[in-house]
């Protein structure tokens, strides 16, 4: 496996994608708040969803399986 950096990749596009996915996670959050819909996210392989207005750590949380806990 590879141990370098993605930002020390050769591939430009590679080199890249993590601003593209900075800049889409930005303009997800900012169509979010403008219609009021909730985010889905996954962290630490929990499925959470941040409501519109909530400050980041305020989310609800789901196992996995798709259960509340």
Aim: charged share 30%; net charge positive.
């Amino acid at each position: 496996m590879n141990t370098r950096s993605i930002e020390e990749a050769r591939d430009a596009d590679l080199r890249l994608s993590i601003i593209a996915l900075e800049r889409a996670a930005r303009r997800a959050r900012e169509l979010a708040a403008r219609t009021g819909t909730a985010l889905i996210v996954t962290r630490n392989g929990a499925i959470e969803r941040i409501l519109p207005g909530a400050p980041a750590s305020v989310t609800e949380a789901q196992d996995p399986d798709g259960k509340n806990p």
